[in-house]
């Protein structure tokens, strides 16, 4: 028997990447503040998030498995989460511009608000090339950067002002690939096992 799968993310990017592993799944949105707490590391952070959304997730569906996930880009210990505005965009990528930052993807996978759960998270390295103001303004008016953690999508356009990746490509994206797919065979449900080696 297949289980289905509910995405706890209103995130395209990583319904796409469930979607180009073949893994069927359902997207409903966990509704949860993402305000950081004063101290708190990038990988602290998205890990208690995404925790968070999962837990309210399988409150809602109690009766299927879970995954949720929070990403985050961090520099020199400093969080860069989604702009506030064109201006907020146009500083983050200035931080960013010729140096390299990391990514954090935080992921838990459960089932039942009181259901025993899975954990990962996974940090990749990213060396953005120097951009000048030209390229800075040019990338903020595409609007690619509104929506998107640290003010770029590594997907999209923003793909011209990036070197060198080191780690999971997709975990950049929002959702490393392969971790997605230990994290279902983990769970030692047969279902799950089954929605891991699916082809859609």
Same mark, same amino acid.
């Given at each position: 028997?297949?289980?289905?799968?509910?995405?706890?993310?209103?995130?395209?990017?990583?319904?796409?990447?469930?979607?180009?592993?073949?893994?069927?799944?359902?997207?409903?949105?966990?509704?949860?503040?993402?305000?950081?707490?004063?101290?708190?590391?990038?990988?602290?952070? &998205?890990?208690? #998030?995404?925790?968070?959304? /999962?837990?309210?997730?399988? !409150? %809602?569906?109690?009766?299927?498995? *879970?995954?949720? $996930?929070?990403?985050?880009?961090?520099?020199?210990?400093?969080?860069?989460?989604?702009?506030?505005?064109?201006?907020?965009?146009?500083?983050?990528?200035?931080?960013?511009?010729?140096?390299?930052?990391?990514?954090?993807? &935080?992921?838990? #996978?459960?089932?039942?608000? /009181?259901?025993?759960?899975? !954990? %990962?998270?996974?940090?990749?390295? *990213?060396?953005? $090339?120097?951009?000048?103001?030209?390229?800075?303004?040019?990338?903020?008016?595409?609007?690619?950067?509104?929506?998107?953690?640290?003010?770029?999508?590594?997907?999209?356009?923003?793909?011209?002002?990036?070197?060198?990746?080191?780690?999971?490509?997709?975990?950049?994206?929002?959702?490393?690939?392969?971790?997605?797919?230990?994290?279902?065979?983990?769970?030692?449900?047969?279902?799950?096992?089954?929605?891991?080696?699916?082809?859609?």
């Amino acid at each position: 028997m297949t289980a289905s799968l509910i995405l706890a993310s209103a995130s395209p990017r990583r319904a796409e990447i469930l979607r180009s592993l073949g893994i069927p799944f359902a997207v409903r949105p966990a509704d949860v503040p993402e305000d950081l707490l004063p101290g708190e590391t990038a990988e602290a952070a &998205a890990i208690r #998030l995404a925790d968070a959304k /999962a837990a309210a997730a399988a !409150a %809602r569906d109690p009766g299927r498995w *879970v995954l949720a $996930a929070d990403t985050l880009v961090f520099l020199d210990g400093l969080i860069l989460g989604k702009p506030r505005d064109d201006e907020d965009a146009a500083t983050m990528l200035r931080q960013l511009a010729g140096r390299e930052h990391g990514v954090v993807t &935080a992921l838990h #996978l459960r089932r039942g608000a /009181a259901g025993r759960g899975i !954990a %990962r998270a996974e940090v990749s390295r *990213v060396r953005f $090339a120097p951009m000048d103001a030209e390229e800075i303004a040019w990338y903020v008016a595409t609007g690619e950067p509104a929506d998107k953690a640290g003010a770029y999508g590594v997907q999209g356009l923003g793909a011209r002002f990036i070197e060198e990746i080191r780690g999971s490509f997709t975990n950049v994206m929002g959702l490393p690939a392969r971790t997605v797919y230990r994290m279902l065979r983990d769970a030692r449900d047969p279902a799950l096992a089954t929605l891991a080696l699916s082809s859609g």
